[in-house]
């Protein structure tokens, strides 16, 4: 009898933990398939220098009062923000949390300083690996990361934020972009969010690479020509043909604009042809007549 209950409460803890949502440590050592298709070629990022504690506000004047909005973020690793000393026990988000937004009202008359209106943890230590999702930017130049975070006051709460590589090696700022219907929007500059190799430096593309991005954009360029010559020709015919139609009332090849060029161009064409071919066959004779009448100098 006791064996029976240990077995099935040994079932029940197992289906427990077999139902809970896979929750991992947010990696900083990244992996990614190439925004351009690179097939069998992944991306590392490795986004360890951008550990540590980082913060940006954003302030909205409300006369006669200042609203700012404050985040403190922590991206790596699965420990969470640190207790903020300058706010009171009752202004911090839950231990655990990686970004927390804290919402502030300021107005210069009152003596007891800022008066804190939310504390809304974003991103904690313990949200599911599938509300995490990352990809690479175009040309793979940084990353996307964007986190469904927990409710708050009814609402769900999300991160995206845009981590942008730049070559500026002063560049390193976390930007706050917006706060609106629960989105909390940042933007990252900096070197660090560039593409490493494996072993750590720089990712630099190959001759290859570099010779398929230019084709790439050599071909966009001449597809671009060509649409824009189609839609040319197109506009022009329709057009031509509707105002031959409506003012002199023409049928059949006098709908044609200019129709005594596009009748005559085949045969203009045909000689056009002719012409280089009958220069290109003159000029191979005349070169083995001069080459057959040399003669030794002795």
Same mark, same amino acid.
């Given at each position: ?32 398939? %190439?925004? @351009? =298709? ?8 490795? &986004? ?6 980082? $913060?940006? *506000? ?87 990361? %964007?986190? @469904? =975070? ?8 999300? &991160? ?6 730049? $070559?500026? *090696? ?129």
């Amino acid at each position: 009898m006791l064996t029976d209950r240990l077995r099935s409460q040994f079932i029940s803890v197992l289906l427990v933990l077999l139902l809970l949502p896979a929750v991992l440590a947010f990696d900083c050592r990244l992996d990614l398939p %190439s925004s @351009n =298709g690179k097939k069998g070629k992944d991306v590392h990022f490795d &986004l360890g220098p951008l550990d540590g504690e980082h $913060s940006a *506000s954003k302030t909205t004047q409300t006369p006669p009062t200042t609203n700012e909005a404050k985040v403190r973020l922590r991206l790596c690793g699965d420990e969470g923000l640190k207790r903020d000393t300058e706010m009171a026990d009752e202004d911090q988000c839950p231990d655990g949390t990686k970004v927390c937004l804290t919402l502030l009202n300021h107005k210069s008359s009152a003596s007891e300083g800022a008066r804190v209106t939310a504390v809304i943890p974003i991103w904690s230590t313990g949200t599911a690996e599938d509300d995490i999702k990352v990809s690479t930017r175009e040309n793979d130049q940084g990353l996307d990361i %964007s986190v @469904n =975070g927990a409710e708050y006051a009814g609402g769900q709460q999300r &991160l995206k934020l845009h981590l942008v590589c730049s $070559s500026d *090696s002063d560049d390193n700022k976390l930007a706050f972009d917006s706060y609106s219907d629960g989105t909390l929007t940042m933007t990252w500059s900096t070197p660090d969010a560039c593409p490493k190799a494996a072993d750590g430096s720089e990712d630099i593309p190959t001759p290859e690479e570099k010779a398929a991005s230019s084709g790439s954009g050599v071909g966009k360029f001449f597809k671009f020509v060509f649409w824009m010559l189609f839609s040319g020709l197109f506009f022009y015919f329709v057009i031509g043909m509707y105002y031959n139609y409506t003012t002199y009332g023409s049928r059949g090849l006098d709908l044609l604009p200019h129709k005594d060029f596009w009748v005559d161009l085949p045969t203009m064409m045909s000689d056009l042809f002719s012409h280089i071919a009958s220069n290109v066959r003159g000029g191979s004779s005349s070169g083995t007549s001069r080459r057959s009448g040399y003669t030794s100098l002795g």
